[in-house]
């Protein structure tokens, strides 16, 4: 089996923008959409995934905006995701230039939704992005950004998602997200071991060492957006370290 | 310029393959009709969701008998992801559909043991004898395949649990399992590749 682990850059849009924050709060700006997607490409990247983190339905229109001009320039396929809540929703953003749709919240309350979009779209484009908080025993899915905390199990879940056709997960620590000390390797080992799906590692990397940990422990590919908006790397720096550590990837 | 007509498999993906095609300097039209498949200087046939949604919509269209004389004949055609798919006799995916049955082989789901779908990049290796294919990496992004090359065409080869033809082609028809328009700059030298044939068999 040849298939190379994948380094995805992640944009958060608001309002049209790339920002950051830290547990998915405190955004701070981080670009132009177009021009970040366009350089990570041109790095290496294996793909694009932009999170719509806008709360209002004028953000939700912008996004669309957003997604029509970086598929304009990217040539790699582009994954997007944040307040999608029907089949439609994920429509809209497939015609708008996205190849994958992740859904979040609307499929922990409908889980329905996973189904709907998998039979309309195909397996291949309906990714199940799923935010996990450490608990007492094991890990809690968190939705509404992170504000909520449900009672489902992120590994129960991410098992039934899959049986009714989520293709791939992306999967978020939140204790993690943005802290940039290292991704939550049991999650990943957990998830990893109960889906056959690809598991897409996110929240927590500093530098190329954490990546390599990540795909030691079962993803099939690592997420990385703090480490990048902040010039401290390259998508070609990282992909050079993974291949000194064995590890598979396109050059 | 370079006139390229897409057929309407879906709504999925498509807006990926009109961006290739028009970073590369062609003019992306949508088919509706049988005649227009049989006028048109290049074809694409983009694939998306299931084989039965998709060979749904081009019987539905009245496109089968037209999809297949142009193919047969090695007109400049473009099969992507199920669209390749579609050219076999069936698919495991939906046992009760025909495909357009230009190849007697079928198309089955990747056996156990590797990641399903197959979603990211892979090797592709051409057969001697590819007008189109180099090697390099590919993007890919499925859960079946057809079995094996067959007789008369040229095939290219990946890996994912044992191999299978990435791609096939016969004349000016080019088939990938891979979605080209998502596979960087290699990607886009196949298509331009494609594209010249369009181009030079107007």
């Not at chain 1, 802290?179 to 080992?189: C, K, Q, V, W």
């Not at chain 2, 055609?77 to 357009?100: F, I, N």
């Not at chain 2, 007697?104 to 004898?129: A, C, K, Y």
């Not at chain 2, 080209?180 to 196949?190: F, K, V």
Request: charged residues 20%; proline residues 4%.
């Amino acid at each position: 089996m040849t298939l190379a682990s994948r380094v995805i850059p992640c944009l958060d849009i608001k309002d049209g923008r790339v920002v950051k924050g830290i547990r998915f709060q405190g955004l701070r700006d981080a670009g132009d959409p177009v021009e970040c997607a366009a350089l990570y490409e041109q790095q290496g990247a294996d793909e694009i995934v932009l999170l719509d983190v806008s709360a209002t339905p004028e953000g939700r229109g912008h996004a669309l905006n957003t997604v029509g001009a970086v598929r304009t320039v990217l040539s790699i396929p582009l994954s997007v995701g944040g307040g999608v809540r029907s089949a439609d929703d994920a429509g809209r953003l497939l015609e708008a230039g996205a190849d994958k749709v992740g859904i979040n919240t609307a499929a922990v309350s409908r889980p329905v939704l996973i189904a709907e979009i998998a039979e309309r779209f195909g397996t291949q484009c309906t990714v199940l992005a799923v935010d996990g908080a450490a608990g007492p025993t094991g890990w809690a899915v968190v939705v509404e950004s992170g504000m909520k905390r449900t009672g489902l199990d992120v590994v129960e879940w991410c098992r039934k998602a899959v049986a009714v056709g989520a293709g791939e997960i992306l999967l978020t620590s939140w204790d993690r997200d943005g802290t940039r000390s290292g991704y939550d390797l049991d999650l990943i080992r957990s998830v990893s071991a109960a889906v056959t799906v690809p598991v897409i590692a996110s929240g927590g990397a500093d530098r190329a060492g954490h990546l390599v940990e990540a795909i030691g422990a079962g993803a099939s590919a690592a997420l990385i957006a703090s480490i990048l908006h902040d010039g401290d790397t390259t998508v070609g720096d990282l992909k050079q370290a993974l291949t000194a550590a064995g590890i598979v990837v396109r050059p | 310029m370079k006139t390229v007509t897409i057929v309407p498999t879906g709504t999925a993906n498509t807006a990926s393959v009109v961006a290739g095609l028009t970073r590369l300097g062609a003019a992306v039209e949508v088919i509706s009709t049988a005649g227009d498949v049989q006028s048109a200087a290049g074809v694409v046939l983009p694939g998306v969701g299931s084989f039965g949604a998709a060979m749904g919509r081009i019987e539905s269209l009245g496109l089968t008998a037209a999809l297949r004389e142009r193919i047969e004949a090695g007109r400049p055609t473009l099969a992507v992801c199920v669209g390749m798919q579609l050219l076999g006799r069936g698919s495991e995916e939906s046992p009760s559909s025909t495909g357009l049955h230009v190849l007697e082989e079928t198309v089955s789901r990747f056996g156990d043991g590797v990641i399903v779908p197959q979603m990211g990049w892979n090797r592709v290796e051409p057969d001697p004898g590819s007008r189109f294919v180099e090697a390099g990496w590919a993007y890919f992004a499925n859960s079946y395949r057809l079995d094996r090359v067959p007789e008369g065409w040229v095939g290219s080869s990946t890996d994912h649990g044992g191999s299978f033809p990435s791609a096939l082609e016969r004349g000016d028809v080019l088939a990938c399992q891979f979605h080209p328009e998502l596979s960087g700059q290699w990607g886009a030298r196949l298509l331009d590749r494609w594209l010249q044939r369009v181009e030079e068999a107007a």
